[in-house]
């Protein structure tokens, strides 16, 4: 079973809820957070720079934007360090959610931790 986090941060232009990544990288820039929280964030944020890989996919091909990346269940090191952010996020205001699924979409990219797939239709409104 595949694992995605969606995140009550909704930005004020496209008002779409965003991920785990987009809501930490707002908070780190918002000056509003107690000094060891923030270096904490910016320690798990450098291991993901570090371990996870950017899928290519949404470098090369513009049609595959709506593309959305799940965990592998066994990506064990990334998950841990995922619910560390989710902790930090959620001392801070923001709500986590963690949805699984079986088959999240059609896959455009995979590596040992995660996949990126294109959603199917309903999905894709649950998820994004």
């Not at 785990?20 to 720079?49: C, G, T």
Request: aromatic share 18%; net charge neutral.
């Amino acid at each position: 079973m595949y694992l995605r986090f969606k995140t009550s941060f909704v930005d004020s232009y496209q008002e779409k809820r965003y991920g785990v990544f987009q809501a930490a990288y707002y908070l780190l820039h918002s000056n509003d957070m107690y000094p060891y929280d923030e270096m904490r964030l910016k320690e798990i944020w450098s291991w993901f720079r570090h371990n996870l890989r950017s899928p290519q996919v949404f470098k090369q091909n513009k049609t595959e934007v709506n593309a959305i990346c799940w965990y592998k269940p066994d990506a064990k090191d990334h998950l841990q360090k995922m619910y560390e952010m989710i902790h930090i996020l959620e001392l801070y205001g923001y709500h986590v959610w963690q949805i699984k699924c079986h088959n999240p979409g059609y896959i455009v990219y995979e590596d040992d931790e995660q996949i990126a797939v294109i959603p199917h239709g309903k999905l894709f409104r649950e998820v994004r």
